[in-house]
């Protein structure tokens, strides 16, 4: 059981450039989400995902395209990368309702984070 | 608008309890709330959350007043590695996982 794995874990990109940030999760959780994480803020949630097939955004959508075409991943495309997209960016995963099987259907399981650097 | 209220930042002496304050005035009744925290770059972890009666775990206590306004979390024995971000948030059960929103959170250091 890995829970949620992000890769790559760092990436720099020239702007313009397009790369996806994958996400993977064995728990086979419904929910699934990206949040992005700027130095000394919280986090912002961009796009989460209800179940394959069922995607919606965020707070901070712009920029950024994702689809879910399995219950297990999750990915996060940037299609012409920006400066202003250069953060910490975190996949996490949850089953959908609070009273799910045990103490592991109370909590949202994040991933490690991928560091972005776009210049 | 924001859902909670918390101190940007305290400090903590290693080994003594650590009181977290959280305020959510405008809580529902059907809301929970929640407490993350976040190790220097690593995601968010799970702490404990409760609804109306206080809570413990392995890991800490959750003491939520009676009018359910604010609530506390204690880290009994504060180590070094407690160094985090800790956030507070409030959940309805029927809520998306898919929307929940972290805010600023508390910046806790324990110190020698």
């Known amino acids: 059981n890995a829970g949620v794995t992000q890769t790559p874990k760092f990436q720099v990109l020239k702007t313009g450039q397009s790369m996806t940030l994958q996400c993977a999760q064995d728990?086979?959780?419904?929910?699934m989400s990206w949040y992005r994480q700027d130095p000394g803020m919280g986090l912002r949630l961009i796009h989460y995902s209800v179940g394959a097939g069922i995607t919606d955004q965020g707070e901070v959508p712009n920029g950024y395209n994702v689809s879910r075409s399995t219950t297990e991943d999750f990915p996060l495309r940037l299609l012409s990368a920006a400066p202003s997209q250069t953060s910490v960016y975190f996949c996490?995963?949850?089953?959908?309702?609070?009273?799910?099987?045990?103490?592991?259907?109370?909590?949202?399981?994040f991933g490690e984070g991928s560091w972005l650097t776009v210049v | 608008d924001a859902k909670t209220t918390q101190p940007t930042s305290m400090d903590c002496a290693e080994g003594r309890a650590a009181n977290l304050p959280c305020n959510h005035s405008t809580i529902s009744g059907n809301e929970y709330v929640y407490w993350y925290r976040q190790i220097h770059s690593q995601g968010p972890q799970y702490i404990i959350h409760?609804?109306?009666n206080n809570e413990t775990n392995e890991m800490a206590s959750l003491i939520i007043t009676e009018d359910r306004k604010s609530s506390t979390l204690i880290l009994p024995h504060a180590t070094l590695r407690d160094t985090a971000v800790y956030y507070c948030i409030v959940r309805s059960e029927t809520d998306s996982w898919g929307k929940l929103q972290f805010g600023a959170g508390t910046q806790v250091v324990v110190t020698p």
């Open positions: 728990m086979n959780h419904e929910y």
């Open positions: 996490a995963s949850s089953y959908s309702f609070i009273f799910t099987t045990g103490r592991s259907g109370n909590t949202i399981y």
């Open positions: 409760g609804l109306k």
